[in-house]
């Protein structure tokens, strides 16, 4: 028994050595990662604003009729007359998916690239803050093209689309994998803005989910049966990733803040740097 009580403190130091080094290996892994991503993002994003020819670039002009306004135009598949863009890589998305695709370009470009920049070079460093604006920067990547990928119609960058959602989704898991939890809470003990987290991770879950759910559920039980939002898609896909993922996320994320839980305050802030983020393409 005495023997064992000696021996303890070295088992525990070997094994904190075990994790301290898969953490490095998984900081070192995730930033490689977000270099790839850094660059694909620049790429995708200045393709979007930049490609605007009418015949587009390989697979040909957007089908369908003229409508009066020049546009070319079709019905949904739930009925709706549809105005397509009709130029670059969003030709075949509506109007007004085109006109949010290249916001969500503008905002990667001027923000969240820069933001994916920073979180590369302070993830370098000793501290948490680096590898947490790391993860929530990748949050963003993924989450942004996981729905282009899903979402936008078929174009000439849907591999780049995919090849950008697995490679930011990927270095977000090993990110968040890096950070010592029990550290990044001890650090955190009296100087993070707990109940402003909490509240802001309430509302984004309560905002989101009363605003899907509303136009889902009014739409039901007016009659209509889809709601206007669907626009030109075949299903909600904006919907599925907010409902089935942010809301979720920002709800746990508030649970664990309101039990001083140590994994909420690194969920809690990838989340808000993320949102700050996507925050800016929505607006």
Do not use: H
């Amino acid at each position: 028994m005495e023997t064992d009580n000696k021996n303890m403190p070295l088992t525990l130091s070997v094994s904190n050595t075990g994790s301290e080094a898969r953490r490095l290996r998984s900081i070192k892994s995730a930033r490689t990662l977000s270099i790839l991503v850094l660059i694909g993002g620049v790429i995708a994003a200045i393709g979007g604003l930049a490609l605007r020819a009418p015949g587009g670039y390989g697979l040909g002009a957007a089908p369908g009729a003229e409508s009066d306004s020049g546009l070319q135009s079709f019905s949904s598949l739930f009925g709706q007359q549809v105005a397509l863009d009709g130029q670059g890589l969003y030709r075949r998305d509506s109007v007004s998916s085109a006109a949010q695709e290249r916001a969500q370009d503008l905002v990667t470009l001027i923000f969240a690239v820069p933001l994916l920049a920073a979180g590369f070079a302070f993830s370098g460093r000793s501290g948490y803050g680096g590898r947490l604006m790391l993860s929530g920067a990748l949050g963003y990547f993924a989450y942004c093209y996981g729905m282009m990928s899903v979402g936008s119609t078929y174009n000439e960058f849907f591999l780049l689309y995919v090849a950008l959602f697995s490679m930011s989704l990927f270095g977000m898991a090993l990110s968040m994998y890096s950070i010592d939890v029990d550290g990044l809470a001890k650090s955190c003990d009296g100087r993070y803005p707990r109940r402003s987290a909490i509240a802001l991770c309430i509302g984004l879950a309560l905002f989101l989910g009363l605003a899907w759910v509303g136009r889902i559920v009014q739409a039901l039980l007016s009659g209509e049966g889809t709601p206007m939002v669907i626009d030109a898609a075949s299903t909600l896909f904006v919907q599925a990733f907010d409902l089935g993922i942010l809301v979720p996320a920002a709800l746990i994320s508030a649970f664990w803040l309101l039990r001083k839980d140590k994994r909420g305050y690194m969920v809690a802030t990838v989340l808000m740097v993320k949102g700050a983020a996507e925050g800016l393409a929505v607006a």
